[in-house]
């Protein structure tokens, strides 16, 4: 009885220390959280708007100003996989990687590779012939230790890069989109060749002139891809904001979890105890009424 009631104080101990652990790190993202969320929430507005413009003045330029929007099918596609670099955030990885596995099956007849933007789609793509990493380095593990603009421009300008040389014709951004602290919406979303302006059903096209100033190519060169820059820290924004939801709500169903085990752990063991002391006392009387006898 004595070593079962150590067992049972080796596991108090040990559900103690991992509900403490995963309670600090419910209260770290929850802290990271509020930024993130302030950061996507800020952002979402410019981004729309600018997605709007871009995709209406796309349409009025032809391919020789606007390269970006050249439709040249989808022989050879790049997934742009956006994850985290750590794990404990419920299936908020596991989202993009089966999504990305999913436009692979859908794209069979294409050739197909993935971009991993963070460890964890990094670490399941790299065993695979598809993975590809550019010129970017050790830049996608580390751009979210400081998440800015300016990390996000250099891999926008890598991806870019590699769609105006042709070395692929349709880019694909796969991450989740920021809802609130428990939802995230998965998101396969067309980087590139720039998306035509969508009508609505029994909506009659809209035309619209605009303006160029100073001229079409300067705004082919310096608006059109900041504006792909934009889309792309928006969406490492979303997917930031995203992986400290997933990740908050993770830990705090862990921390519940632990504390009912640690009830039910230590009712076991005050059982145990309470029936290790009745043993004792039966032993002492029935010692002590042999002695009498």
Known sequence: MSGNLK?????????GSTRQITQAMKLVSASKLRRAQEAVTRMRPYASKLQEILSNVSGSLDATQNPYALDQGKAKVLLVAITSNRGLCGPFNNNVIKAAN????ELEASE???????????????????????????????????LNFASASAVADQIMSAFIDGSYTHIELIYNRFLNAATQSLEVEPFLPIPASEVPAGDAPKSTDYLFEPSQEEIALNVIPNTLKTQLYKALLDSHASEHGAR???MHTATDNASEMLKE??????????AAITG??????????????
């Open 248 to 250: 908050m709500t993770a």
């Open 7 to 15: 067992e049972v104080r080796s596991r108090i101990a040990s559900v």
């Open 102 to 105: 999913l436009r692979i099956a």
């Open 112 to 146: 197909v590779s993935v971009l991993s933007l963070g460890k964890k789609s990094a670490d399941v793509f790299s065993k695979t012939d598809r993975h590809v990493t550019l010129n970017l380095g050790d830049t996608p593990f580390e751009i979210f230790d400081d």
């Open 280 to 293: 004792e006392i039966l032993e002492i009387v029935g010692g002590a009424e042999a002695l009498e006898g």
């Open 265 to 274: 752990l230590k009712l076991m063991y005050n059982k145990a105890r309470q």
